[in-house]
């Protein structure tokens, strides 16, 4: 039995270093990931400043009379609201300096005061309202995500199930709704119909936002339905998505090898379908971050939710121009953070990309 | 040693420890209203005796991988066995593993018959460790405790001369040379009667080839499992196998043992091919065949090989050619060469 | 191309109910120009009346012909999609194209930008867009920055085309017979990457379109020109489902759910026509 003549290669040779290849690599992964991070945000912020320059109208003015116009406003009150404003979109001074004066308002997360709330700055209001939409979306995508990709994945791989194939079209009729209609047949429903669920505001009005039993309770039901709607909406792009990408797995040698070689089904549907199809409905996730606020604008709006969406919107109504400004660089932030922190997950469920 | 190993001669009464008969698998598809049948095997009936590797050549999309598919049962749409029957000496009744039930199929694979994929570069689960392939594969068949399966998986690789620290590796960080080794040792962790490999060597350079196909050959000796080889490469075959099949458009034209095949090539399609083989010092202009291989859609009738045939004739063009023995393990599929036997 | 048409419709159930669905709301789009109605006009029927033979999907409270409002508002939602998908598919092309042939770092430098056009939040974009615009703002003017925001996705699955098409062996013969890169990527490329365009041209539709009734709902487009959203912003307005008339709301609610499923229907269906896998899967292969 010696008839290989070649010294034996071990796998350690192709590690090399004394942090090893791998974690070399891991480092790159993360480095070019924080570079992309740092990119997104560059082009979004910019994206808004030239926007905010390009108008031919001073937005400044805009605003002050708006909020003049609706009564009246201590003159040194308007004064201190024109200074920031003048500041935040920089008319004073050479462009160059008008741009700098941006960013450094915006990296001091420094907007001013409102002008719909004065004097309660842009970003009091925004920390409120955050932590309202940041719960809600964080947990009705990772809700949807889950559950469209389980029910997907087991669509995708007992091709033949009827519950699942009903499942499927369903998923396709529910897939392309525009949110707003969704959302206000569930307001229909649970509103009027058969009103069951509280359907506007975050938690019940007469109770004091501390930390007590009721007060939870009361926030989970008023969730419910912005929930509902968001999740109803993501489970079926979710589902379609994954059952995709599964009937595309199923033929992979390497899940017909294991079938062949007598693994046991729910083994080859769970470490061998599932876990292939995984990293790229991961990659999908990261990618639809960036319309989360879509639905989250919308359903915050129809349920009254006081996030960051129904702030947005007001602000707008208000012409408050310190605080649409406010929201949308935060918004930019929040996706980005959130696609940075799936980047960052995505080395555990795909090792080749140390490598790669 | 590798040379011994190759010279070895199988014992010639061994009992066959797999049976083809007549089998017949075709694709069938009906897609936008085009119906279409490739019969992929029409036909082919031989036996694999115990402990010897029996070859299977042909070009490629002669149906060498449809058989395979066949005999190891992996059988679904569009490819259908319409005809015909496989039987295992570890496996009566059933005429073949498509037949089987399930729970007998899961009894035969990887204890008594196991398979070594073609294009193995992609047969490994890409996201997981070798380790986990070897527990789904084979910690069923073995059982015991997981230490002690450890155990027996480091020494099985010892015995094929890898390190046990593939297993702890993902298939991409080993090279294609040894990510093949590593699938072959996993084919033959639970010592299989019957092993088929499909195109174990192909793009593989030559060095990690000569491994690979030593392998094989000690694996057979040392287990005692028999071996069906498919590949293109003729080279291989005079390397490892014991005796030899040629495969022309899903059925089988010629058998023998291997040295006869090389020796004394009777059909005019061995032939071709043996004599287009490179040897050094000959400097001989080649002729080519005329044509191409049929469609598989649209077969000629009779002698699937007869547009092409030097030697055709008017019944090669209506009839099919029997396999006929022409001397004692010899068999061939051919009017010409029968008829001139005859007379 | 026409032949590839009546196969799909004639073995491909979900083309089949796409082209049926996306044939009714055109029909619809078209009768616009038979409405008795100019579209900006209020008050030309009785207000708040139900649907009846005279009045077909009712009256609005502000004196509107749902029917033919509806037919106004499809036609501009439709023209609305196709001018956004127009002028991004040709962003996507150039990017996509240009990317996926010259590679590099031409290719990471776009790949880069490619990929944050992808993440960032457009909606809020938008938002401040019009606040900064408020009534300058026409649909137009959104058609084009919605085109300008939205073709990064599209523009990476066509660059992974050209970088297969780059490795083909035409793409060396036509660089050795002295193409340039630009008509090697119009005459050799192009043709190749269309049925991945035509497919995409259907789900941009379905995206700006979708953006443009969640912008329109909460009034943040130019209102007066009627669009599916900017009807039900009226609705809103005049709060229709609290009034009981749901008619109101209802009907471009199903109009705009009709052409949803049907471009959705239209692109799966193309696409798994245009999927060399599924192809394959389905005739099997022979080795």
């Known amino acids: 039995m010696a008839s290989l003549g070649r010294p034996v290669v071990s796998v350690r040779t192709l590690r090399s270093g004394v942090l090893g290849a791998p974690m070399i690599g891991y480092l790159a992964y993360v480095g070019r990931r924080l570079a992309q991070f740092v990119l997104v945000v560059f082009i979004g912020i910019n994206l808004a400043y ?29 004064e201190q609201m024109r200074t920031s404003l003048r500041e935040l979109y920089g008319l004073g001074g050479s462009p160059v300096a008008q741009y700098l004066v941006f960013w450094k308002r915006i990296l001091g997360v420094d907007f001013g005061p409102s002008m719909s709330a004065f004097p309660t700055p842009v970003s009091t209001l925004i920390g409120r309202a955050l932590p309202w939409t940041a719960g809600l979306l ?24 009827r519950g699942l194939k009903l499942m499927g079209v369903i998923a396709m009729g529910l897939h392309p709704i525009p949110y707003y209609i969704l959302a206000l047949v569930l307001l229909i429903v649970f509103g009027f119909i058969w009103p069951v669920l509280p359907i506007s505001g975050g938690s019940a009005m007469n109770l004091p936002q501390t930390l007590t039993f009721d007060f939870v309770i009361s926030v989970l039901q008023h969730a419910i339905l912005p929930a509902l709607s968001l999740i109803l909406i993501g489970v079926g792009s979710w589902f379609l998505g994954m059952r995709a990408l599964v009937s595309n797995v199923v033929t ?45 604008v919308i359903t915050e709006k129809v349920f009254g939710y006081p996030g960051v969406g129904s702030l947005l919107v007001d602000a707008v109504y208000a012409g408050d121009y310190g605080l649409v400004l406010g929201v949308t660089t935060v918004s930019i932030l929040g996706v980005s953070i959130g696609v940075l922190v799936i980047d960052l997950l995505y080395p555990l469920l795909d090792p080749r990309i140390k490598v790669s | 040693m590798l040379a011994e190993a190759t010279q070895a001669e199988p014992p010639e009464e061994a009992q066959p420890v797999l049976w083809v008969r007549d089998l017949k698998a075709h694709f069938r598809t009906d897609r936008f209203g085009i119906k279409r049948v490739v019969k992929a095997v029409d036909g082919i009936s031989f036996a694999v005796r115990r402990g010897e590797i029996y070859g299977l050549a042909g070009e490629s999309s002669s149906g060498k991988t449809t058989l395979l598919k066949a005999i190891v049962g992996a059988v679904r749409p569009p490819l259908e066995v319409v005809g015909g029957q496989v039987d295992f000496a570890f496996l009566a009744g059933y005429g073949g593993l498509h037949r089987a039930p399930p729970a007998e199929v899961a009894r035969i694979r990887w204890r008594h018959l196991s398979y070594i994929m073609q294009g193995s570069m992609n047969v490994l689960n890409p996201v997981r460790r070798l380790r986990s392939a070897f527990v789904d594969f084979a910690y069923p068949h073995i059982g015991g405790s997981r230490r002690q399966f450890e155990r027996e998986v480091v020494a099985h690789l010892a015995r094929l001369k890898l390190d046990a620290s593939v297993l702890a590796a993902y298939p991409h960080e080993l090279s294609g040379g040894m990510r093949q080794r590593a699938t072959i040792a996993l084919a033959t962790i639970c010592r299989p009667d019957v092993i088929l490999a499909d195109e174990p060597t192909t793009a593989l350079d030559v060095v990690v080839q000569k491994e690979v196909l030593g392998m094989i050959s000690s694996i057979r000796r040392e287990i005692g499992s028999s071996v069906l080889l498919v590949t293109h490469d003729l080279g291989v075959h005079a390397h490892v196998s014991d005796r030899l099949g040629i495969m022309y458009a899903g059925r089988l034209i010629e058998e023998a043992a291997k040295v006869e095949i090389f020796r004394n090539p009777l059909h005019p399609y061995t032939r071709h091919l043996i004599t287009s083989l490179p040897r050094i010092g000959d400097d001989v202009s080649r002729e080519g065949l005329v044509g191409a291989p049929p469609n598989l859609a649209d077969p000629p009738p009779g002698c699937r090989f007869h547009p092409r045939c030097p030697l055709a004739m008017e019944i090669c063009k209506c009839e099919v050619p029997a396999m006929l023995e022409t001397a004692p393990g010899h068999r061939v599929a051919c009017f010409a060469v029968n008829r001139s036997e005859e007379a | 191309m026409a032949a590839i048409l009546r196969d799909l419709l004639r073995y491909n159930a979900e083309f089949r109910i796409g082209a049926a669905l996306i044939s009714v709301v055109l029909l619809l789009s078209v009768l616009a120009s038979f409405s008795p109605y100019p579209p900006q006009d209020v008050y030309v029927v ?58 590099g770092w031409i290719d990471r430098v776009l790949m880069s930008v490619n990929d944050t056009f992808i993440v960032i939040p457009l909606l809020p974009i938008l938002v401040l867009f019009y606040f900064v615009m408020r009534d300058r703002m026409s649909w137009l003017l959104l058609a084009l920055i919605m ?77 007066n020109t009627p669009t599916i959203g900017g009807m039900i912003y009226w609705a809103n307005q005049h709060t229709a489902m609290v009034a009981g008339v749901w008619w109101w709301i209802a009907f471009p609610t199903i109009a705009v759910i009709m052409t949803f499923i049907g471009l959705f229907l239209l692109a799966v269906s193309m696409n798994d026509y245009i999927d060399p896998r599924s192809r394959l899967r389905s005739f099997g292969e022979v080795s």
């Open chain 1, 252 to 296: 992979e040698d390497y899940v017909v090898y294991a079938e062949l070689a007598g693994v046991r089904p729910w083994r080859v549907l769970s470490s061998y379908v599932m876990r292939n199809a995984l990293p790229p409905q991961l990659t999908g996730l990261a990618i639809s971050l960036g319309g989360i606020f879509n639905g989250a």
């Open chain 3, 46 to 103: 009785p207000p708040d009346v139900p649907p009846s033979l005279t009045y077909w999907f009712g009256t609005t409270s502000r004196g509107q012909d749902v029917f033919w409002q509806l037919t106004f508002a499809i036609r501009n939602t439709l023209l609305f999609g196709c001018t956004v998908a127009l002028i991004s598919r040709l962003l996507a092309l150039v990017v996509g194209l240009v990317s996926g042939y010259k590679g």
């Open chain 3, 147 to 223: 085109a300008c925001l939205g073709w990064a996705y599209d523009a990476r699955l066509i660059r992974a085309v050209a970088m297969s098409l780059k490795a083909r062996e035409f793409t060396q013969s036509s660089l050795f017979s002295g193409m340039s890169t630009r008509e090697i990527l119009v005459q050799e490329h192009l043709p190749y990457v269309m049925p991945i365009v035509f497919s995409t041209t259907m789900n941009n539709m379905v995206w700006s379109i979708g953006l443009e009734v969640t912008l329109a709902v909460l009034g943040f487009t130019d209102i």
């Open chain 1, 50 to 78: 030239v926007i905010t320059h390009a108008s031919p109208i001073d937005p400044v003015e805009q605003s002050i009379s708006a909020v003049t116009s609706y009564g009246n406003t201590a003159p040194e009150a308007i």
């Open chain 1, 138 to 161: 964080v947990v009705s995508t990772i809700v949807a995500w889950g559950l469209g990709s389980l029910l997907g994945g087991l669509a995708g791989y007992y091709r033949n199930s």
